[in-house]
């Protein structure tokens, strides 16, 4: 037992102690790869999470027009048009949502009506566009809904 220990001190305290140059870089390299994709695979998750949310809102607030529009008498929607676009800010005005109503008045005959006074039913869409988070380009939601005239 004890020659055993001795022999294991000896190999310890001897020339063959640590590693190589190239053992360290390989090493090195290893764990700069997996942080750099965990940093990667953090990024892609954030803006993941910030697109969902902004899709979420966008659909919200397209929804939240659609149907206080629906509310209106078809003459006061009429009277309304052309809605104004709406920039409504979202996340510390980071991004934002662009809000755009479209009224169609059509005839019975499904035709387009050449005056929104004159048409059977209003055919109404609600647009909310907001930016990517990926490349900052647009993405629309759009959501649409026949009122009787």
């Not at 048009?81 to 005839?107: C, E, K, L, M, S």
């Amino acid at each position: 037992m004890k020659a055993c220990l001795k022999e294991c001190v000896k190999s310890l305290s001897g020339k063959n102690q640590g590693f190589t140059l190239s053992e360290t870089l390989l090493a090195g390299a290893i764990v700069a790869m997996i942080a750099l994709g965990l940093y990667w695979a953090g990024d892609l998750l954030m803006k993941m999470s910030i697109y969902n949310n902004l899709s979420i809102e966008a659909e919200g607030l397209a929804i939240s027009k659609l149907e206080e529009i629906r509310g209106l008498d078809p003459a006061d929607i009429i009277q309304q048009v052309p809605f104004p676009d709406q920039t409504i800010p979202i996340r510390n005005n980071d991004f934002h949502v662009v809000r755009r109503v479209d009224v169609i008045g059509h005839a019975v005959d499904r035709s387009v009506a050449s005056n929104l006074a004159q048409s059977a039913y209003l055919e109404i869409h609600v647009d909310a566009t907001f930016l990517s988070p990926f490349d900052r380009s647009a993405n629309t939601v759009t959501y649409s809904t026949l009122v009787g005239n």
